[in-house]
């Protein structure tokens, strides 16, 4: 099995960077600017997207992106419009891999067969499903590794020897290093520590190791990009559609310009990483 994540990760270690991994929330704030900052994306320099599945009790996600949400949901946001997205985003661009990364139950909701049967079919390439443990993965890591989609584990600086095994078995793609205990967003990762860590990791496995959690500028993202093989940035462009929007929580004309902007600044502190 050669996923769109597979091959754009060889292709990264030929060139000799890591990658830069961008995360936003699916219809934050509305479909359509929503669609409009996606497909932007690659051409500001963003390598591999994960699209946030909105959901009203996101127990591992900051106030960022948990208001990104509540948004996203309040306009109407649905599991099907999240597929029609990367429907959309398919029609021009058939290269750049999407994760799609959230919780379980609006996937048990939509039924978890038709789910991995609609994401493939629209171009999806794999998942982040947090509250999965691997103890569980008939219920959606097996199916998928069945269609050919890449199941992608967390893991944290609590993941012990006895635990790393378990969680790097049937992960695929890439690995998800969490750099701090907590929530997304609220704190920023130590570089050294990071090292360690993806270090301690690398000697388990060949998988390809993307950190986040925390990362929010060009310089941040060279430095956890010189030990790893990804970057992960979500919380920073949450931030970036919310600090744009009116009075009445609307887009504005400079919604998806500072989206795309700040993604080409940490675009070129992960390029530095690669020197």
Do not use: W
């Not at 509540?70 to 058939?94: C, I, W």
């Not at 378990?166 to 929530?183: A, E, K």
């Amino acid at each position: 099995m050669t996923t769109r994540i597979d091959t754009r990760f060889e292709a990264l270690k030929k060139e000799g960077r890591p990658a830069l991994v961008t995360f936003l929330t699916g219809g934050d704030p509305d479909y359509d600017t929503s669609l409009a900052i996606i497909k932007g994306l690659p051409a500001a320099g963003s390598d591999v997207i994960e699209i946030g599945m909105p959901f009203s009790d996101p127990m591992a996600d900051g106030p960022s992106i948990q208001a990104a949400g509540l948004r996203s949901l309040a306009n109407g946001h649905t599991m099907e419009k999240t597929l029609s997205m990367v429907k959309s985003f398919r029609e021009d661009d058939n290269e750049t891999p999407i994760v799609l990364m959230g919780y379980y139950n609006p996937i048990y909701s939509y039924g978890a067969e038709k789910f991995l049967d609609d994401a493939k079919e629209v171009g999806v390439d794999g998942f982040i499903i947090v509250d999965l443990p691997a103890e569980m993965d008939d219920e959606l890591c097996i199916p998928s590794i069945e269609r050919g989609l890449n199941f992608i584990r967390l893991a944290t600086p609590t993941t012990d020897e006895k635990r790393l095994p378990r969680v790097l078995t049937n992960t695929s793609g890439f690995l998800y290093y969490v750099s701090i205990n907590g929530i997304t967003g609220m704190a920023a990762p130590d570089p050294q520590d990071v090292a360690r860590s993806v270090a301690h990791i690398k000697a388990s496995t060949d998988i390809p190791i993307c950190v986040g959690f925390g990362v929010r500028s060009a310089e941040q993202a060279e430095a956890i990009g010189r030990a790893a093989d990804g970057v992960v940035v979500g919380t920073a462009l949450v931030n970036a559609v919310a600090d744009s929007l009116d009075d009445e929580g609307l887009a504005t004309g400079s919604t998806v310009s500072a989206v795309t902007s700040l993604v080409a600044e940490l675009a070129v502190g992960v390029r530095a990483a690669g020197r």
